[in-house]
């Protein structure tokens, strides 16, 4: 399948490194205008270096005043990937508020906050366009330990399927995707080299593919392209 993205513009949040980075090449490499986003002005610099033809913009998304300050005159949006996320390790018992808060800050309500901004701007302009949010299996399936990321995933879950019904009539239309481990992004790789003997083998043996991601592979290609 060959698609393109000429004429498109495309925001990808968390886009510093891991998915994210891997998705703002991707949509670049198809022909997409591409805007940037992280809270590391570093990644963002040497991002840049690589596909110099994007636009930055860097602002951490757990502040939700300061997002709103940094995408206030972000422009026309055609596309829009909620990548951002992060993951405290703790069990139940020992997640503080701190912790819980960090965590839904990052991966629900800046979801929320963003595709609230960008979905006004798609309504106004009456061309509808795509959301894409990257979830996680762990909305589906519980891990041990990481209790506030598989609940605020699950939350993710719940405001895509919300968005899709009330953005739909309006020609945007809204997904999740659900990404098993990816060992090569920095949020997982300890995950990897903290995994007991066999387990990485019983991972591989619930992927019909019987592979991990290496990178991003593109898969938002399908789900980015807009209603027409």
Known sequence: MNIRFEGKRAL??????GIGRGIVKKLA???AEC???SKTQENMDSLKNEVPGIQTVVVDLADWTATRDALENIGKIDLLVNNAG???KSSFLETTKEDLDKVLDVNFKAVFNVSQIVARSMVETGNGGAIVNVSSISSRTAFRNVGSYCCSKGAMDSLTQVMATELGPHKIRVNSVHPYLVP???MTKPMFVSLPL???EYCLSRIPLNKFLGKCGGCC???LVPIK
């Open 12 to 17: 990808v949040t968390g886009a510093g490194r």
């Open 29 to 31: 490499e198809c022909g």
């Open 35 to 37: 805007v940037a986003l």
């Open 86 to 88: 992060i993951l405290i």
């Open 184 to 186: 090569s992004t920095e």
């Open 198 to 200: 066999g387990a990485l």
């Open 221 to 223: 290609q399908r789900c």
